[in-house]
């Protein structure tokens, strides 16, 4: 996978804002800031593609849950509650987890 930030010069870039060279000292530090703010951008860009996975993962398991409770409330009217509260347990879980991987 291509890293989606695009490198760029510091020095260069300060150097055109300031009009003088930067020391190779500054210009290694501030490198290594841009890095550091660059290599937090794909991890953060990571867990935002984590966390839509696993909220599409649980969506489409609470919408086939739903259909099955659907289904058997046709089939069995009496359950309504059971069924319910069944489907009601197992979306909370799913959307707990979906939380649990938004703060991980």
Do not use: C, F, K, W
Not at 8 to 30: F, K, M, Q, V, Y
Not at 33 to 60: F, H
Not at 64 to 86: C, K, Q, V
């Amino acid at each position: 996978m291509s890293n989606p930030l695009a490198r760029r010069t510091t020095g260069d870039s300060l150097n055109h804002t300031s009009g003088r060279p930067l020391s190779p000292r500054l210009e290694r530090a501030i490198r290594g800031e841009v890095d550091l703010v660059q290599g937090r951008a794909v991890v953060q860009a990571a867990r935002t593609q984590a966390v839509e996975y696993v909220a599409y993962s649980a969506l489409r398991a609470v919408e086939g849950l739903t259909d099955l409770e659907a289904g058997a409330l046709r089939r069995n009217p009496l359950g309504e509650d059971r069924y319910r509260a069944i489907v009601d347990t197992a979306t909370a879980s799913l959307a707990h987890i979906v939380a649990e991987t938004g703060r991980s």
